[in-house]
């Protein structure tokens, strides 16, 4: 059985981290399930990335390649990472499409102000205070989608009830002719 990669592309502090942690508890008795998340892999396979546009670019091209192996070999792979660039979530797209492999791309939609207040790492107030710039979607560009397969609009909603969301999501397009090649 093929499995599935869902993206879970937002701003810091959106709470893509959490909804994919949450959704993959839901998920671990019926699926083999992964969370790949982008903290975790900066400090491993992307340890020798920067926060520059090149670097951002190959952060999410290297674990789209990682996400896609997963997937084509039947795991559901939850990403919790910016990826702030369209075009490189487009890319990501496009690797999958092209080894017939299902993408979900999965819009963790938080006001920037509401993830400033969350600021669960303090970026935001450092950025406030010029500790620190280049954060994505203060002083560095983060490129919302345009046709995300879902969107999860975290300011009405729990994490519990976005992760529900993103489970009912997965398991719609992982059941018999739910759309996965
Ligand atoms: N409705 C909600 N949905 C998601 N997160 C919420 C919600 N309400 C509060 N939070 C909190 O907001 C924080 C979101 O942090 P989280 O680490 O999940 O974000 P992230 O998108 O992974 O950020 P980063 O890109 O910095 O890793 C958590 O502490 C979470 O508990
Ligand atoms: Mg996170």
Redesign the pocket.
């Known amino acids: 059985m093929t499995g599935l990669t869902a993206w ?1 592309t ?12 949450h959704a993959a508890a839901e998920l671990a008795g019926r699926y083999r399930v992964q969370v790949l ?3 975790r892999l900066r400090k491993t396979l992307c340890a020798d990335l920067g926060f520059s546009r090149a670097d951002r670019i190959a952060n999410v091209a290297r674990i789209g390649h990682v996400a896609q192996l997963l997937a084509r070999n039947g795991v559901v792979v939850l990403v ?3 990826a702030p660039y369209r075009h490189s979530r487009d890319e990501v797209r496009a690797h999958h499409n092209g080894n017939d492999t299902p993408f979900l791309e999965v819009y ?1 939609d ?1 006001p920037v102000e509401l ?1 400033a207040k ?1 600021d ?2 303090g ?1 935001y107030a450092k950025q406030r205070a010029g500790m620190i710039s280049g954060l ?1 979607g203060v002083d560095d560009p983060y490129e919302a989608p345009r046709r995300p397969d879902a969107v ?1 609009s ?2 009405r ?3 519990d ?2 992760a529900r969301e993103l489970v009912a999501l997965v398991e719609t397009r992982m059941a018999p002719g739910g759309g996965v090649a």
């Open positions: 879970l937002g701003l810091p502090s959106a709470g893509k981290t959490s909804i994919a942690e998340d982008g903290d919790a990472v910016i963790v938080t993830c969350r669960l790492k970026l994505t999860l975290t300011a909603r729990t994490v009830e976005s």
